[in-house]
């Protein structure tokens, strides 16, 4: 995720743009630049780090001069290449003629890069941005536009664009594919953004760009097309927000939106990895990108070490290697797993999970398997963290920035690269079969539109919550897969709503914690996985009879709990391996509106930081 901006007018365009990234700079933050078209040509301003390393840059006059009344802006969040002055947004063509910022992915840039470099054209960066700005210059004919749209046409992948060029200066083009873009207009001024905040100083009237639609501002008035060149017609809509909503994109709060995020969040992680070979036509997993080839699945044992919530994503990796590659797994707390006497076997194979990559136990872990001569894998979601760049291969999860403590869409995208590793192990070791795959990626590829779906219904739990927002206990529980969702769930409820919240393997009810329940409890049970699905019944009604209220999560076509609990809620049917992708929505939803209703911020818990880079 990156913020993008553009500005088109009769003032400087600089400080706007400038002051636009910063309403933006939630979106990322590891680096920015802007470019300003004026009398002198197309000037590029960029810098590494925060927004105000890039303004002292510009005051300074280590920056170019950058004067003129239209230009682009960005403020990035890394996905390919770490974030550097030279990686940073806008690139520019081998002339230095058109400048683009970009937000998305170019999935295909690889081959367009080989492609380009094939007809002579030198790249700087390490960007999949870069090939944008090539593909137009070679597509240039004096008319940026129908440039523009022939260089799409050769893009796969989602972008977010605004394009300047010197040579047809009195336009900005913007473009959209699975990327978020509004246009604002303004009086004798145009904008873009990625986000209505970047707009409001200027103007309430945006546009909404849709999928495959191009827009090009003028000063005056702005037109649209198709990416095919056809004119659009578009309706004005005006925004009646105040601004620091719409920071959060139209949510209440950070926590809310990144819940949200979660469908997107796991196509964006999933679809890089997949690719169709052929002929015959079949889909397979490709971990090339990370450098990931058949050494790897020589392994003895996988271990997999994290803290809190990304450790609830180790435990549902530890079962699904299990099950799915039947390589010996273990998952570790990394600060337990750091003071411990551990075991190594060179043949070890270590997965090393952390949102911000800069959790101090989850690195000393790293170290210490490094040290023995394990391989690392890393599983993060910030590029270039000091997990990144220390470990053996990395695979990013591609959630964008998570603001809000509590992690939620971190921990699905988590899950999402542990089981495309798991397959992946599992088709070499030939526990999974080139036949038997497709099925699974199928089913991982639904997980995005089932977790829409589920987010559609938000409702039914905001009122389970404000129902049951009376209870000072509440246990979840499950067994396998749903017993680490039920960790999962009890932190996010502690964490938030700061409720008394545990999580029990259900078949441990009896051996002690069912003495605490009585009629002040809610017990969740989760309930995914069908041959236990008795058992659970047992335990739902061993709780139900010393008074605690009961609430069920399972399939949408299971009936069996009914008339066991007092409430049921639904998810869409999936593999039962998959399922916690799934089970811990409604869960983090539970746990924000119950701290919504006790009038607490779920975003900044307290006691609580985002980052953990202290022992
Ligand atoms: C819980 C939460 C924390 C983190 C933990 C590890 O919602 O966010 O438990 O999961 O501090 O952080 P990372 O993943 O950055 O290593």
Redesign the pocket.
């Known amino acids: 995720m990156c913020g993008i901006v553009g500005y088109i007018g009769s003032e400087e365009a600089a400080p706007i743009l400038i002051r636009g990234l910063k309403k933006l700079e939630y979106r990322g933050y590891d680096s920015a630049g802007i470019a300003v078209l004026g009398a002198g040509g197309l000037e590029v301003c960029k810098s590494k780090g925060a927004l105000r390393f890039l303004e002292e840059k510009i005051q300074s006059g280590t920056g170019k001069a950058l004067t003129g009344s239209a230009g682009i802006g960005h403020t990035r969040w890394a996905t390919h290449g770490e974030p550097s002055d030279i990686n940073s947004h806008p690139h520019t063509d081998v002339s230095g003629k058109i400048a683009v910022v970009h937000n998305g992915i170019i999935e295909n840039h690889a081959k367009l890069k080989a492609w380009l470099e094939a007809h002579g054209v030198s790249f700087r960066s390490e960007t999949d941005t870069e090939v944008i700005a090539h593909l137009i210059d070679f597509h240039f004919n004096g008319d940026l536009l129908q440039a523009v749209l022939e260089a799409l046409k050769r893009l796969e992948g989602s972008y977010a664009l605004g394009i300047i060029c010197e040579e047809d200066p009195e336009r900005i083009i913007a473009v959209r594919r699975e990327s978020p873009l509004v246009i604002g207009a303004g009086k004798g001024e145009n904008l873009i953004a990625s986000d209505v905040p970047a707009l409001l100083e200027h103007t309430r009237d945006v546009y909404y760009l849709e999928d495959r639609e191009a827009a090009v501002l003028y000063r005056d008035h702005v037109e649209f097309y198709s990416e095919e060149g056809e004119v659009r017609r578009k309706e004005l809509s005006h925004v009646e927000w105040d601004a620091a909503a719409a920071e959060k994109g139209g949510y209440a709060h950070f926590m809310l939106k990144e819940i949200h995020d979660q469908p997107k969040a796991l196509t964006d992680t999933l679809r890089p990895r997949l690719k169709t070979d052929g002929p015959p036509a079949r889909r397979s997993i490709s971990l090339e990108e990370i450098g990931f080839d058949g050494s790897w699945a020589e392994a003895g044992r996988v271990v997999i070490a ?7 994503a180790a435990m549902i990796g530890k079962y699904a290697f299990e099950h799915l590659t039947r390589i010996p797994a273990d998952a570790d707390i ?1 600060s337990e797993y750091r003071y411990r006497d551990p075991i190594f076997d060179r043949k070890d194979i270590f997965i090393i ?7 101090a136990d ?1 690195l000393a872990a790293m170290r210490m398997a490094k040290k023995s001569g394990a391989r690392i894998i890393a599983i ?2 910030v590029v270039g963290s000091t ?1 990144a760049r220390e470990a053996d291969l990395v695979m990013y999860t591609w959630a964008g920035p ?1 603001i809000a ?4 869409k ?2 699905t995208t ?1 899950l999402m690269c542990i089981y495309l590793i798991a397959l992946q192990f599992g088709l070499l070791r030939g526990t999974i079969t080139e036949e038997g795959l497709p099925g699974y990626i199928d089913a991982l590829e639904q997980l995005s539109g089932q977790a829409d779906k589920l987010l559609a219904d938000k409702e039914t739990i905001q009122r389970f919550a404000y129902q049951q927002f009376n209870k000072s206990k509440v246990f979840y529980m499950g067994r396998l897969f749903d017993y680490a969702v039920s960790l999962e769930s009890a ?2 409820l502690k ?1 938030v709503s700061y409720t008394h919240s545990e999580a029990f393997a259900a078949g441990e009810l009896k051996h002690g914690p069912i003495a605490l329940v009585d009629d002040s409890t809610l017990v969740v049970a989760i309930c995914t996985q069908s041959a236990l699905f008795e058992k659970m019944d047992s335990n739902i009604k061993e709780v139900k009879a010393r008074g605690a209220a009961t609430a069920v999560i399972t399939y949408d076509d299971v009936s069996r709990f009914d008339k066991t609990a007092d409430v049921v809620f639904r998810i869409p049917r999936t593999l039962e391996s998959l399922s916690p992708i799934l089970s811990v929505i409604p869960c983090q939803l539970y746990a924000y509106y119950i701290a919504v209703q006790r009038g607490l911020d779920p975003d900044k818990p307290r006691n ?1 930081a ?3 880079t202290v022992e």
């Not at 999970?353 to 959790?359: A, D, F, M, N, R």
Request: charged content about 15%.
């Open positions: 994290a803290c809190g919530t990304a450790w609830h990394a999970i952390s949102q911000s990559g800069e959790t989850t993060t979601n997990l998570e403590v509590a992690s939620t971190a921990f988590q932190l996010k964490e609580l985002k980052s953990v």
